[in-house]
């Protein structure tokens, strides 16, 4: 009777770290994609890219941040159009990151 209790207990702890909600991960689209940081811990960037990210709806923001930024997917992208390394291509982004005047926002930006 107790090989068969201890079986029972050992099958139920393993079963129980699978369980949802033990991995935040499991919690799904809504915490995967709320930041770009979480999406990439869980493996989900191109899903939130495609399935929640493409499809939102952002109002139009016209401040220096926002000009920063686009200004940093410019250069980002024409440094990958001309097939430079991903160094170079790092290089821009921490330049960039560095203009941003509001510094949680900066070293966010650098963290990417």
Request: proline share 4%; glycine share 4%; charged share 20%.
């Given at each position: 009777?107790?090989?068969?209790?201890?079986?029972?207990?050992?099958?139920?702890?393993?079963?129980?770290?699978?369980?949802?909600?033990?991995?935040?991960?499991?919690?799904?689209?809504?915490?995967?994609?709320?930041?770009?940081?979480?999406?990439?811990?869980?493996?989900?960037?191109?899903?939130?890219?495609?399935?929640?990210?493409?499809?939102?709806?952002?109002?139009?923001?016209?401040?220096?941040?926002?000009?920063?930024?686009?200004?940093?997917?410019?250069?980002?992208?024409?440094?990958?159009?001309?097939?430079?390394?991903?160094?170079?291509?790092?290089?821009?982004?921490?330049?960039?990151?560095?203009?941003?005047?509001?510094?949680v926002v900066s070293k966010e930006c650098r963290t990417l």
């Amino acid at each position: 009777m107790k090989p068969l209790v201890y079986s029972l207990l050992l099958t139920c702890s393993s079963v129980s770290s699978a369980l949802v909600g033990t991995s935040k991960c499991t919690y799904g689209p809504s915490y995967w994609c709320s930041s770009i940081p979480q999406a990439s811990e869980c493996g989900a960037v191109r899903h939130c890219i495609k399935s929640v990210w493409e499809r939102q709806i952002v109002p139009a923001d016209t401040d220096e941040v926002c000009d920063i930024c686009k200004n940093m997917v410019g250069q980002a992208r024409d440094t990958l159009m001309s097939n430079e390394t991903q160094e170079e291509l790092k290089e821009v982004f921490d330049g960039s990151c560095d203009l941003i005047p509001i510094k949680v926002v900066s070293k966010e930006c650098r963290t990417l």
